[in-house]
């Protein structure tokens, strides 16, 4: 087993897709919410960690990209729904759940694009530089988005159908952490954790660092696409203000506590960080200081993170967030 | 023509602001090259400072008088200073070694630490203080400097003269630009670098906590969260005026300062946060360095 990470990660999430279509119709409502919410969170961490983890490149503006998919496949949905529906042949199951794939994917391929333009100033920026453009993409998307009136601008935008389910969810997590998983254990993917590594001998190996960059961020971007769509279709109400800088924090703190570059504590760090705030409602006035304390303390005493085990198959492929580097 | 030069001096107000902060930013950057996140929140804790040090003030000396905004100014700058130092000491000297993206999630906890527990401390609550009273003053039948205005103005151009005092004629100022030249080099002169470090964080904070009196005199109001986009857009200011150098972020600082004001006045006040971001991308895109900033070679 501990051979094939891949696939058994891919079939143990492929179970839970599974298992998605059965549950539904038993659970309450309140739990089905947070089950969406942490298949969201899952691919956003995940996604996140390919540019911030393996590239190890910084990204602030993950909310931005997120609200880029979920805006664009929003709109497809709600406004050119109706007449893609006709096209489609009707309101059935099979057509609604086609428009929906497609908006997804629509508002995916919306934010790789957006994730090209950070991606192209991120060639020559590393490390603060690139942290700060990154959330000043972000804060313009944001502006950009308040100023749109096709889509409500300052008001929001409410969402015809909540068309998100646990199947949806769930195998769009699956894919993520797939691809990811399998793209950054491919011999290209070793570009990625050579970048990471150091990113002048990755050049000197002959390794193109600017595609690598790049390949990751639009990666990154076309997945937090994809969880924007769900969001927005489980949500059913979207303002500009929900994508904040704040969201990214979020999404870089799951990140942080699941070890950079460690997929399988990402999402641990992603399911944890979903649940604790809503069981620990009382506390919601702490929870921003409780974070922001976290990420200090992990940062000084345990920077690999909270769920570094030496698991003999992790440590082929996942870089350690160690202390190479001394700042000058 | 009248607007115009109106907006030219309510820009420069703005920006000597944010040029008092991008220093901070600029002289951590010269000595420890990163990123001071938490500096827009001392910026913050300076304006509360100054509230709080108004309202206690306010039962010995008149306030409203020179003398009570001098104290006020004085007391939130050292205890800012002070401030500043002990984020240093707890925060970022145990990571003096470790990678830049380490030091770089450290300061961002520490500054989103400080904004929350300000909520918690200060309350969310907008609030408002003033310190001298402010009149209108005309001038050129027309142009309008508001009181405030010129003392912004005055304590800036004051700040920034004696910054440049103790950077180029004292032995800490020769100590803080040997350390930025080159820290292994400095140590080995003899110079004691943790004490230098130290020194710097509590000048810039002391910088940053006059800009937040300076900024809660200015505007309406003062919150916790006030220092997050001014801290954003003097960041800015630093790198457009070359990150490292001193007078490269007080230029960088006032040209902020009225590309906004102009951006708001004449294009649309949506813009005006996006603007500087905006800015720093084309900055970075087209002269990394910056205005007055020093090209630097990355060795292996």
């Given amino acids: ?328 | 023509m009248l607007e115009f030069l109106q907006q030219l001096i309510n820009g420069l107000a703005l920006g000597s602001i944010y040029a008092l902060i991008a220093l901070g930013y600029t002289m951590v950057y010269g000595v420890l090259r990163f990123i001071n996140f938490a500096h827009s929140d001392v910026f913050m804790v300076g304006a509360f400072c100054g509230y709080y040090a108004s309202k206690v003030g306010s039962r010995f000396l008149a306030s409203g008088t020179v003398t009570a905004a001098i104290v006020v100014f004085l007391m939130s700058m050292v205890v800012c200073a002070l401030l500043g130092i002990l984020i240093e000491r707890l925060a970022y000297r145990p990571l003096r070694e470790r990678s830049k993206l380490t030091v770089l999630i450290t300061a961002i906890g520490v500054s989103l630490l400080m904004e929350f527990t300000g909520q918690l401390v200060f309350g969310a609550d907008p609030k408002s203080f003033r310190l001298l009273p402010s009149k209108n003053l005309q001038i050129f039948g027309g142009l309008v400097f508001n009181t405030n205005q010129v003392v912004v103005l005055g304590v800036t151009v004051l700040l920034l003269v004696v910054l440049q005092m103790i950077v180029l004629k004292t032995k800490m100022g020769t100590a803080m630009r040997a350390v930025s030249y080159n820290h292994r080099a400095a140590a080995l002169m003899g110079i004691n670098i943790d004490v230098v470090i130290s020194f710097t964080f509590g000048l810039g904070s002391a910088l940053a906590a006059a800009a937040g009196i300076l900024y809660a005199i200015s505007y309406p109001s003062i919150d916790p969260l006030m220092g997050v986009m001014p801290g954003l857009k003097a960041f800015v200011a630093a790198v457009l005026g070359g990150v490292g150098s001193i007078p490269g972020a007080a230029i960088g600082g006032v040209l902020i300062g009225i590309i906004e004001t102009l951006v708001s006045g004449y294009v649309s006040s949506t813009y005006r946060d996006a603007i500087a971001f905006g800015v720093l991308i084309l900055i970075l895109l087209f002269k990394p360095t910056g205005l007055l900033g020093q090209p630097t070679v990355e060795k292996v």
């Fill in chain 1, 1 to 328: 087993m501990p051979h094939r990470p891949k696939s058994t990660l891919f079939a143990a999430v492929l179970i839970i897709a599974a298992l998605a279509l059965v549950v539904p119709q038993s659970i309450n409502q309140y739990y089905l919410f947070i089950l969406y919410d942490i298949g969201i969170n899952i691919i956003l961490a995940v996604s996140l960690n390919l540019i911030n983890g393996y590239t190890g490149q910084f990204s602030l503006g993950h909310a931005g990209f997120m609200a880029v998919g979920g805006y664009t496949s929003a709109y497809i949905t709600t406004v050119l729904g109706p007449k893609l529906l006709l096209l489609l042949g009707g309101a059935g199951t099979a057509s609604s759940s086609l428009l929906f794939l497609g908006s997804l994917l629509a508002g995916g391929f919306t934010a790789a694009l957006a994730g090209l333009l950070v991606g192209l100033p991120s060639l020559r920026l590393r490390g603060d530089y690139l942290a700060i453009v990154t959330l000043g993409f972000g804060e313009i998307i944001r502006v950009v988005i308040q100023s749109m009136d096709a889509v409500g601008g300052q008001r929001g935008f409410s969402v015809a159908q909540t068309y998100t389910n646990l199947f949806w969810t769930f195998s769009m997590a699956a894919l993520t952490i797939y691809t990811i998983v399998a793209l950054v254990r491919s011999s290209y993917g070793r570009g990625f954790i050579a970048v990471h590594d150091d990113e002048i001998a990755a050049e000197a190996m002959g390794i193109n660092t600017t595609q690598y960059k790049v390949t990751a961020f639009v990666t990154g971007a076309f997945f937090a696409g994809l969880a924007g769509g769900l969001y927005a279709h489980s949500k059913g109400f979207l303002t500009p203000g929900g994508f904040d800088f704040m969201k990214s924090i979020e999404i870089v703190v799951m990140v942080i506590l699941g070890g950079m570059g460690n997929t399988l504590g990402v999402i641990l760090a992603a399911i944890l960080l979903t649940i604790l705030p809503e069981a620990l409602r009382s506390f919601e006035k702490y929870r921003m200081i409780l974070y922001s304390l976290m990420l200090v303390i992990l940062m000084i005493t345990r920077p690999q993170g909270l769920f570094a085990w030496n698991w003999k198959w992790r440590r082929r492929a996942s870089p350690a967030t160690s202390n190479k580097k001394g700042s000058p």
